[in-house]
């Protein structure tokens, strides 16, 4: 019967998919019906993740990748997943989140609360039909919308709602890394571009933000209308990322994305008054909504958009399925949440070195690179200054050589005036013989000027030319400067990743050290006693070959604490460990076991071999164990 059941529920699945599309989540721009014929407009953005798997994330860095970015915006890594499954442009099943298309209009927010309002019996706003963001409301109030919207939708729209599984989207704010992987354009541009201050280029693949974003220099330092005609949206579809006003999110502000201390919500972008050399992806602030006498602060440069998630527990999945699906996950790159101790780190300082030579060598690599475009740079400016200084030069001569031509035409038909006599004609045609001859001379330089001018165009054209590419070379440098910092970043990202692996683990076999000596004291403490009542040696049989077991693995830990760890943390380590150990009220004989650990540690460390007869001999009567 299950076999029978298996096939049933397999047919059903597949004719659902096609009977019900909405089981899967739209690939394209989706368009939701608002009240009194409004509508509001979603743009997916794909993670480029296995559609298939029931948990994917991708690790992504966010920040600035200039190296004097302030603690707002340093570098940081973190993760970002999709709450829907979709197919992407390359016809595979990929996880994906949707984000507005604009930011929320005034028009938007009016005849959704107006339709709440009505619903509740409560005073109903008059209209508004401006398409001019929505600003200036507390997150208390958004919140507010956004219920009322949800509301809305379920009932009046609800088939347009995409799906995950059986989970049906719902409206809230962005996180604030859902709004920073979208600004930076997402899977729609490459690598440097991604981490370049905005994803924007012109025909030379340079860096701007002509045409694409409302600052104080393209607005007039005036709020414009969301998703204007005048402007081109971002890769992913999404107008005003960065400018017009800037935006609440559903993060809370840290000092990182890893939210290491928590604050208020996190406000991203730039408004119409930001300073474009100041606009870009990285630029985020804390939200301060009251004043210190409890007025509540209406930011008229705030507003917000909207994005769609699901509920991750909706699925359809069984418990047992998705703890499967997490158990998958946690053993892909991304789903490790933090770094451990994995194998041996007694290579730990070659790692280190064999990472540094590499992104050293890296380094010098772009640093040479950077100095040779410069030097190619600075060639051709020269170059360009030199031949407009020509070209204004030979435009002043062909000036003053018009201006002749046009003096001696002046005296001709001066002339022309006087010649009224046959005595005088004769004299009139040698002098207009010799200056047609001074007309055909000037004529003839003034074409050769021409000449000279058509050429001096055709290298400012070149020099033109020369300049784009300058500033394409330009644009390289800043890549390589941004690669190089992004290096940086990661050296000492794993620094302190190998820092804390080694720390784990000579914290570990010094925990297992210590314990094995303080047990092999033990039983040499129980010997003694039992010599006293008896010299029978098979009374303390047992405790003789537990203390030297003991102590076998005793040697063995301090020699691979000598060859596997960094000993300069063993202080450290030490410190704590003693720290531990009172706070637990654990024997001070296993205390000062750590004690005659060092020492062993450091006369390994010097060449001593440790013989476990002589430490089975003399460890009672050790200076550190006495007392």
Do not use: C
Request: no cysteine; hydrophobic share 35%; net charge neutral.
């Amino acid at each position: 019967m299950s076999k029978y059941s298996k096939f049933f529920t397999a047919l059903f699945l597949f004719v659902f998919s096609f009977v019900s599309p909405k089981l899967f989540a739209s690939s394209g721009t989706i368009t939701f019906k608002l009240p009194d014929d409004a509508s509001i407009k979603f743009q997916p953005v794909f993670l480029g993740l296995d559609g298939n798997k029931v948990f994917a994330s991708k690790m992504v860095k966010l920040g600035s990748r200039a190296g004097d970015s302030n603690y707002k915006e340093r570098l940081s890594t973190t993760k970002l997943g999709g709450s829907f499954v979709g197919e992407n442009d390359k016809g595979e099943k990929d996880w994906l989140y949707y984000l507005g298309k604009t930011e929320v209009s005034q028009h938007q927010w009016n005849v959704v609360m107006r339709w709440w309002q009505r619903e509740n019996g409560l005073t109903v706003e008059s209209e508004n039909n401006s398409q001019l963001p929505q600003t200036g409301k507390t997150p208390a109030e958004i919140l507010t919308f956004i219920q009322a919207l949800n509301v809305w939708m379920l009932k009046n729209d609800r088939d347009a709602l995409p799906k995950n599984g059986n989970a049906i989207a719902y409206i809230r704010l962005p996180t604030e890394v859902e709004w920073a992987y979208a600004a930076r354009g997402g899977d729609k541009v490459d690598q440097e571009v991604f981490d370049r201050s905005y994803p924007y280029v012109d025909e030379t693949e340079t860096e701007t933000l002509d045409g694409y974003e409302w600052n104080r220099d393209s607005s007039g330092n005036h709020v414009k209308e969301v998703g204007s005609q005048y402007i081109k949206p971002n890769p992913l579809g999404l107008y005003d990322m960065l400018g017009n006003v800037e935006e609440l999110t559903y993060g809370i502000f840290g000092q990182d994305f890893l939210f290491a201390r928590f604050g208020g919500l996190v406000i991203r972008g730039g408004n119409y008054s930001t300073d474009p050399d100041d606009l870009k992806v990285s630029l985020r602030t804390e939200y301060d909504g009251y004043t210190q006498d409890g007025n509540i602060l209406r930011l008229k440069k705030v507003g917000f958009r909207l994005a769609l998630g699901s509920l991750v527990s909706e699925t359809g999945y069984t418990p047992t399925e998705l703890d499967q699906g997490y158990d998958e996950y946690l053993k892909t790159p991304s789903g490790v949440s933090q770094s451990a101790p994995q194998g041996k780190t007694s290579m730990s300082q070659q790692a280190i070195d064999d990472q540094q030579n590499y992104n050293n060598s890296e380094r010098e690599r772009l640093i040479e690179e950077n100095r040779s475009l410069s030097q190619k740079n600075l060639s051709i400016e020269s170059k360009f200054v030199a031949l407009q200084g020509d070209l204004e030069k030979k435009n002043n001569e062909l000036d003053f050589t018009v201006k002749e031509l046009k003096a001696e035409k002046i005296k001709n038909s001066n002339l022309s005036k006087l010649a009224d006599t046959s005595s005088i004609e004769n004299k009139f045609n040698i002098v207009m013989n010799s200056k047609d001859m001074e007309i055909t001379r000037l004529n003839f330089e003034l074409n050769k000027m021409k000449q000279k001018v058509n050429y001096q165009g055709v290298a400012l054209i070149n020099a033109e030319a020369s300049q784009k590419q300058v500033m394409s070379l330009q644009q390289k440098v800043s890549d390589a400067k941004r690669r190089d910092n992004t290096a940086n970043f990661e050296i000492e990202k794993n620094k302190k990743r190998i820092i804390i692996a080694d720390q784990r683990l000579l914290e570990a076999l010094t925990r297992v050290a210590d314990y094995n000596l303080f047990s092999a004291w033990r039983n040499l403490e129980i010997i003694e006693k039992k010599r006293k009542i008896s010299n029978n040696p098979n009374i303390w049989r047992v405790n003789e070959i537990e203390a030297k077991n003991m102590l076998i693995e005793y040697r063995r830990y301090v020699i691979q604490i000598v060859d596997d760890t960094d000993y300069t943390l063993f202080p450290e380590v030490k410190a704590n460990l003693v720290r531990w150990l009172k706070d637990n009220n654990v024997s001070n004989q296993q205390i000062k076991g750590l004690d005659l650990l060092e020492r062993h540690i450091s006369e390994v460390r010097s060449g001593k071999y440790l013989e476990v007869n002589d430490l089975y001999e003399n460890l009672l009567n050790e200076p550190e164990m006495r007392g």
